[in-house]
């Protein structure tokens, strides 16, 4: 027969496996909601990466077809890239892999690969696409101990 003693003990043992549980969920929870947080803080950042380094591309592009030949180069077109890039801290730009930044012609479509050596005829603008490696805080504690926010933009110059 249990006492009234032992009734208040068993229900204080039960409280306390009831708040170990609660108390897991609202950490995991936090947890989800500060990593999600940085997740978006992350993809909006390689998106600045990403539309300014197709601003920075364009323009150059935009001299080229003003017939800039001196200022209007692929070599300035990729200079302006990276630099865009580094300043808005996105991962280093592989040139020439298959997302690599592109030159668009007037209806969108693909070009040439950008730091090829020329821009290519018809183009009007870059499509530049970048990255952004972070490391999770609450994520890692399961394993997963990086994340890769990506994003791509698109920029023509020219003419009105």
């Known amino acids: 027969m249990l006492t009234v003693g032992d009734r208040s003990r068993a229900a204080r043992g039960q409280m ?3 708040f170990a549980l609660v108390l897991t969920v609202v950490v995991l929870g936090v947890g989800l909601v500060v990593d999600g947080g940085n997740a978006l803080v992350q993809r909006r950042g ?6 300014f380094a197709a601003l920075a591309g364009a323009r150059v592009i935009a001299e080229w077809i ?32 298959r997302d690599g930044p592109r030159y668009v012609a007037e209806n969108g ?11 290519p005829t018809g183009a009007v603008g870059v499509k530049v696409s970048s990255q952004r490696l972070w490391r999770p805080y609450f994520l890692s504690s399961i394993g997963i101990t ?3 926010a990506t994003a791509d ?8």
């Open 153 to 160: 933009a698109t920029a023509k110059g020219g003419y009105s």
């Open 16 to 18: 306390i496996v009831l």
């Open 46 to 51: 390689a998106q600045n990466a990403s539309d």
């Open 146 to 148: 990086t994340w890769t």
């Open 109 to 119: 479509a693909l070009l040439g690969y950008v730091s090829t050596g020329a821009i």
């Open 66 to 97: 003003d017939g800039d030949t001196t200022n209007g180069t692929d070599a300035n077109v990729t200079a302006a890239i990276v630099n865009a890039v580094a300043a808005n801290g996105g991962n280093p730009i592989t040139f020439g892999a």
